[in-house]
């Protein structure tokens, strides 16, 4: 079992600046993705950034350039850095654990909120 919680979230003014932090405990292990996603309500959980065992990481198209995915492999936590904010960036942002072997499995946070608005 892998536990996630997620902070860092707020309200922030459009151009502004946050940074979220995913605090991971229980059973890590390679190979694995962890990422972040967020979801508006009506519309399904999309996939902002993740970043693999063996550090590959992956962009939304609406986020490169603005956000970094980086991870303290020795605090066993996830960041995203959010620079240049939008108010489409409003939204839900999740913290994901995607463990890959023996058998794929997902684990999520609880979420925290994201609001750009000025």
């Known amino acids: 079992q892998v536990q996630l919680v997620e902070s860092g979230g707020g309200l922030v003014q459009p151009g502004g600046s946050l940074r979220l932090s995913c605090a991971a405990s229980?059973?890590?292990?390679?190979?694995?993705?962890m990422g972040w996603y967020r979801q508006v309500p009506g519309k399904q959980r999309e996939l902002v950034a993740r970043?693999?065992?063996?550090?590959?990481?992956n962009y939304a198209d609406s986020v490169k350039g603005r956000f970094t995915i980086s991870r303290d492999n020795a605090k066993n936590t996830l960041y995203l850095q959010m620079n240049s904010l939008k108010p489409e960036d409003t939204a839900v942002y999740y913290c994901?654990?995607?463990?890959?072997?023996?058998?794929?499995?997902?684990?999520w946070g609880q979420g925290t909120q994201v609001t750009v608005s000025s």
């Open positions: 994901n654990y995607r463990q890959l072997l023996p058998v794929r499995s997902d684990y």
């Open positions: 229980g059973s890590i292990f390679s190979p694995y993705v």
């Open positions: 970043i693999t065992s063996g550090d590959i990481t």
